[in-house]
C-alpha cells in the first residue's frame, strides 16, 4: 500500500466510524439514499454512490454526509478538485466535522497546496478525528507500519546507525499529517516513541554529516525535523538519550554556538537538529537566531522555541501576587511547577470546536474564580463558556501563569486577569464569586478540605462550584508506580523521568503498568512529574465527599462525566443522580469509572 491508497484507507474508515449526521428532520427518502451510497461505497462501487450522493444533494445541497462522501469518492478517482469544492461545502454546513477537514487536508496535499492542507489536517487533529487517536492515523504510513514491525520483531538498539534507508527517511519526511502532529500534539505510545527517537538520532548524524559537508537538503527533510524537534519541545525532551547521542548533540550544539558568534549563517537542518535536543530560547546568545531571516520550513520552529517563550518571560512581570506563598507544601509544589509548567500545550481544541451555543449570554458581571489554573487550558474554557464575566484565574507558579497569559491573549480574550496566590491563604483577598472552578487542585494542598473551605467562605450564597478531585479507587496502580520510585532512588529531574519511563517501559512485559503507560500524561516531562513525582497527593473517597459537604451544608448537584452517568443508570435504574452512597456503591464495582478524577458540581446553600 502505497501512501495514496493508505489515506483513501483512513478516509474510507472514516467515513466507516464518524457518526452520520443528526437524521432529525432528514426525509426518510435521504435516509434511505445515504445509507444505499455507503453500502455501495463500501461494497467498491464508486459511480453508485456518487448517483446516489447527487440524489441527496438535489433533494438537501447542505448535506454534509453525501458532500463528504462525495469528496472521498472524487479523491479516490484522482478528481482532487471536485473533492475539494464537495468537502469546502461540507464544512461550510458543518465546521466542526473532523472527517471533512481530514479529508480535504488529503485533497488540498494531491493537488500541492500544502499550507491549506496542514490547516485542515490541524483542525481534524484539534477536532479529536471522528472519535479516531492521531497516532493510529500516523501508523497507517506503511514505511512508518514497517518499521514499527522491525523495532517490535527484533528489538533493535537504539544506537543501531542504519535502521533508516535513505527511501525510508524520505517517505516519513513526505507525511504531512506526521510533521502536523508532531507540530501540535505530544504523541503517545511505546512503539511510536521508540521510532521517533530512532528517527531524531537518525536526524542528528544526518546534520552532523551535513554540517562538516554542507549539501542541498531537500525541504521536507528540514521540515519533518523542525516538526519533530516541536515534537521534542512539547514533550519536554522526555525521549531517552544513549550517552553517545548525548555526545552528538552537544558537539552540534557548540558548533551552531560557534557559527552564531562568528557571524556564520547556520543550516536550518542545524538549527533544527540541535532544537531537536536543546529548547533554542535557552541556548547562549538565542537573540543572534532572531537576527537573521530563516526559511518558512522552520518558521514555526523559531515561533514556538524563541518567540513565546520570551514573550512568557517578558510576560512573568505582569503577573501581580495576591498572597504570599511562604508555606513548606505550597513552596514546594510552587517550584515543581516552576521548573515544569503544566501541561504544555499548542494546539487549541477548544477554539477548533467552539460554536456560539456552548457560551452563556447572561453573564454580564458575573465574576468567577478559576483557582490552580495551571497553564491556562482551564481559565480559557471558562472565559468561552462566559465571555462576558468577569474571570480571576490564580496559580502558584508564574512561569504557568506567564503560559496561560499568552495563550489567552492569543485566543483573543481579555476577560480573565491572572495571578500568583496559594488557595490556603486566599481568604485574605476580601473578594466573593458567583462561580469558582477548582479542578485538580485541592488533592495537592498540604489540607485539602481547609483550601476547600476558604474558598467556599469565597463564594457568594447560591453560588456554584465545579471540583475536580482524584479517586483513591482509580489511582492505586499510580501509588504502585510511586512505590517502585522510592524504591530505586528516582529523582524528579529529566534525567531520572527518562530512567524511570525506560524502567518501566521495560518492565511491562505482563501489563503490569499499562494505566501508567496509557496515560496521556505519561509522555511529557511535566505530565509524567505531575503524575507520578508530585510532591504532594490525596486521594479522596465518596464517602470522604460526603462527609465534608453534610459537614459544609453544602448541595451536591452531580457528576459530570456523561459515559459514567449511562453506566450508573443501567446499574441502579432506580437511584437518583445525586445519591452519593449510590455512587460509592457503583465505584466498588467500578473501580476505574474515575479514572481521571471525580469531577462534579455543588451549590452553596442560601440563607432563609
Not at 161 to 187: P, Q, Y
Amino acid at each position: 500500500m502505497n501512501r495514496k491508497a493508505r489515506r483513501i484507507a483512513a478516509k474510507r474508515d472514516l467515513a466507516r466510524r464518524s457518526s452520520p449526521s443528526d437524521t432529525i428532520g432528514v426525509p426518510h427518502t435521504v435516509v434511505d439514499l445515504m445509507d444505499k451510497a455507503r453500502q455501495s461505497y463500501r461494497q467498491g462501487h464508486g459511480a453508485q454512490a456518487e448517483s446516489l450522493c447527487r440524489q441527496v444533494l438535489a433533494l438537501m445541497p447542505a448535506h454534509v454526509d453525501s458532500l463528504n462522501l462525495m469528496g472521498i469518492i472524487a479523491q479516490s478517482s484522482g478528481r482532487h478538485k471536485l473533492s475539494v469544492k464537495m468537502l469546502s461545502r461540507a464544512i461550510a454546513s458543518d465546521p466542526i466535522n473532523a472527517a471533512c477537514h481530514y479529508n480535504l487536508g488529503s485533497s488540498y496535499q494531491a493537488v500541492n497546496q500544502h499550507e491549506n492542507a496542514a490547516t485542515h489536517f490541524k483542525k481534524a487533529i484539534a477536532l479529536g478525528l471522528s472519535g479516531n487517536n492521531t497516532e493510529e492515523f500516523i501508523t497507517r504510513n506503511p514505511t512508518i507500519a514497517t518499521y514499527l514491525d522491525r523495532l517490535e520483531k527484533e528489538q533493535l538498539l537504539l544506537h543501531q546507525t542504519d535502521f533508516f534507508d535513505a527511501s525510508g527517511l524520505e517517505s516519513i519526511a513526505n507525511d504531512l499529517f506526521l510533521r502536523c502532529a508532531m507540530e501540535c500534539v505530544v504523541l503517545r505510545g511505546r512503539a511510536l516513541e521508540m521510532l521517533l527517537t530512532r528517527l531524531r538520532f537518525a536526524f542528528l548524524r544526518f546534520a552532523t554529516a551535513n554540517a562538516a559537508a554542507p549539501r542541498p537538503v531537500s525541504d521536507d527533510l528540514v521540515s519533518c525535523l523542525s516538526a519533530l524537534a516541536l515534537q521534542c519541545f512539547l514533550n519536554e525532551y522526555v525521549y531517552f538519550q544513549t550517552p553517545d547521542e548525548t555526545q552528538h548533540s552537544i558537539r552540534l550544539r557548540n558548533l551552531l554556538l560557534e557559527q552564531l558568534n562568528g557571524g556564520c549563517e547556520g543550516e536550518p537542518i542545524t538549527l533544527a537538529a540541535v532544537a531537536a535536543y536543546f529548547p533554542l530560547y535557552q541556548l547562549p546568545g538565542a537573540d543572534k537566531i532572531l537576527k537573521r531571516e530563516w526559511p518558512k520550513t522552520i518558521g514555526e520552529l523559531i515561533t514556538q522555541q524563541l518567540y513565546q517563550p520570551l514573550e512568557e518571560l517578558r510576560g512573568a512581570s505582569a503577573i501581580s501576587a495576591l498572597t504570599a506563598i511562604d508555606q513548606g507544601i505550597s513552596l514546594q509544589v510552587m517550584r515543581q511547577y516552576e521548573q515544569n509548567p503544566y501541561p504544555r500545550w499548542s494546539l487549541d481544541s477548544q477554539a477548533a470546536a467552539l460554536t456560539e451555543e456552548g457560551a452563556q449570554q447572561a453573564d454580564v458581571g458575573v465574576e468567577i474564580l478559576v483557582a490552580g489554573c495551571g497553564t491556562g487550558r482551564h481559565a480559557l474554557q471558562v472565559a468561552r463558556q462566559y465571555p462576558k464575566a468577569q474571570i480571576l484565574a490564580i496559580d502558584l507558579s508564574v512561569p504557568s501563569l506567564a503560559y496561560a497569559r499568552r495563550k489567552t491573549l492569543e485566543a483573543g480574550f481579555n476577560n480573565v486577569a491572572y495571578a500568583q496566590a496559594d488557595i490556603l491563604k486566599l481568604h485574605a483577598i476580601r473578594r466573593h464569586f458567583d462561580r469558582i472552578e477548582v479542578v485538580g487542585v485541592l488533592h495537592h494542598l498540604a489540607d485539602p478540605e481547609t483550601g476547600w473551605r476558604i474558598l467556599l467562605s469565597l463564594l457568594r450564597p447560591g453560588g456554584e462550584m465545579r471540583v475536580g478531585l482524584y479517586s483513591e479507587a482509580a489511582r492505586r496502580g499510580i501509588v504502585e508506580a510511586r512505590a517502585l520510585i522510592k524504591q530505586r532512588g528516582y529523582r524528579p529531574t529529566r534525567d531520572d523521568i527518562r530512567k524511570c519511563r525506560e524502567d518501566i517501559f521495560n518492565s511491562d512485559g505482563d501489563g503490569r503498568w499499562r494505566r501508567i503507560t496509557s496515560n496521556a500524561d505519561f509522555y511529557s516531562v511535566s505530565g509524567c512529574r505531575d503524575l507520578l513525582f508530585n510532591v504532594m497527593e490525596h486521594q479522596f473517597t465518596i464517602p470522604r465527599i460526603s462527609k465534608f459537604l453534610d459537614e459544609n451544608k453544602i448541595s451536591f448537584l452531580g457528576f459530570e462525566e456523561p459515559q459514567v452517568i449511562q453506566l450508573f443508570q443501567r446499574q441502579f435504574p432506580e437511584a437518583a443522580l445525586t445519591d452519593l452512597q449510590q455512587w460509592h456503591e457503583f465505584e466498588k464495582a467500578n473501580p476505574m469509572a474515575f479514572r481521571h478524577m471525580y469531577v462534579f458540581s455543588v451549590c452553596k446553600q442560601t440563607h432563609a
